[in-house]
């Protein structure tokens, strides 16, 4: 009996330290404002300067630190690189904070 509450204790553990490594990823402004302009589909890191009205060398920055944390994949096509969330459990997230926080009129 103790082996499963503990199996579950660990379980638990495990996925708080999973949710609150995704969650600080999403704490970062310039991150997340990449990771919802990267929702409708996938951009080249041009299109995301634009979107998120950064600079090439900081939204590419950006991007290695979510490629790295497995938020992001890239892709080449021809000369340039098609970015897109990679972790299926982001986009939920995302979608729920543009409704609490980008309410419409």
Known sequence: MTTSV???ADRMDEA???AAEMMKALS???RLRILCALVPGDMTVGELETAVGASQ???SGQLLKLRSDGLVSCVRNGRSMHYSLSDPRV???LERI???FCPAD
């Open 98 to 100: 543009y409704q609490v």
């Open 57 to 59: 060398s900081y939204v």
């Open 6 to 8: 503990e199996t579950m």
């Open 16 to 18: 708080a330290v999973e």
């Open 91 to 93: 986009r939920p997230m």
């Open 28 to 30: 970062n402004p310039g």
